[in-house]
């Protein structure tokens, strides 16, 4: 059962325009939330994290966004870079004992 | 502090033989995670170790995996009697487990295993 889901495969985006990427969840129990960005070859790299008490965190260019009542969350990336061209995940744990990820969504931003 | 490390990168072997990776985290992180990734698909899920104790693992790991972290450093997981369907990415994390960020886990960059 897939527990995250995130249900577009794929975005693209003009450089300078906002990229909304979105997942959702079924566990009404996850209590933290994480993105993280995927390089080819390369294992994921942390972006930034939403604790469920929150329904906002912002780092930058990236803003996470959490509705408990949808089970929904978004990252925002403002402006969008070609740099930031890759697969991105959402990931949801419960305590940080146990971590489910989506399937991802691959970025392409054009210059 | 050089990350989250994985070796090897690469691994070919035939099915039937046992295989075994290594892990080694951050040196300050008490928690130590292993994925599996298939193609198109997210990490999921193996097993987690808190310190040397495992405390998780999912029912995704037949009785053919083990994984150890003797004296709560690097982590080896091992694949016995190796099957087609074991051929993936295996991802390792480590996370700080307390303070500011206790759940933001540092990935490898994982070991391909092809089962041939």
């Known amino acids: 059962d897939q527990q995250v889901k995130q249900n577009s495969p794929s975005l693209s985006v003009q450089e300078g325009r906002i990229s909304i990427l979105n997942c959702d969840y079924t566990n009404s129990m996850f209590d933290y939330f994480l993105w993280y960005k995927k390089y080819p070859a390369e294992g994921p790299t942390f972006l930034i994290s939403i604790s469920s008490i929150k329904d906002k965190n912002e780092d930058g260019r990236f803003t996470v966004f959490l509705n408990k009542s949808a089970k929904h969350l978004s990252l925002h990336i403002v402006p969008s870079q070609p740099g930031d061209s890759a697969v991105y995940f959402c990931a949801a744990s419960i305590t940080g004992n146990q971590f489910y990820f989506g399937t991802g969504t691959s970025l392409t931003v054009i210059p | 502090d050089t990350g989250v490390s994985q070796d090897p990168r690469h691994k070919i072997t035939k099915r039937g033989q046992n295989v075994t990776f290594r892990c080694d985290p951050i040196?300050?992180?008490?928690?130590l995670y292993w994925y599996r990734q298939t193609l198109g698909q997210g990490p999921e899920f193996l097993t987690y170790?808190?310190?040397?104790?495992?405390?998780?693992k999912s029912r995704l790991l037949s009785d053919r995996f083990s994984a150890e972290r003797p004296k709560g450093s690097f982590s080896t997981l091992e694949i016995q009697r190796t099957e087609q369907g074991d051929s993936a990415m295996y991802l390792c994390?480590?996370?700080?487990?307390?303070?500011?960020?206790?759940?933001?886990?540092?990935f490898g960059p994982g070991t391909r295993l092809t089962v041939t």
């Open positions: 040196s300050e992180h008490n928690r």
């Open positions: 994390a480590s996370s700080s487990g307390s303070g500011v960020a206790p759940y933001e886990q540092y």
């Open positions: 170790f808190q310190n040397e104790a495992q405390l998780e």
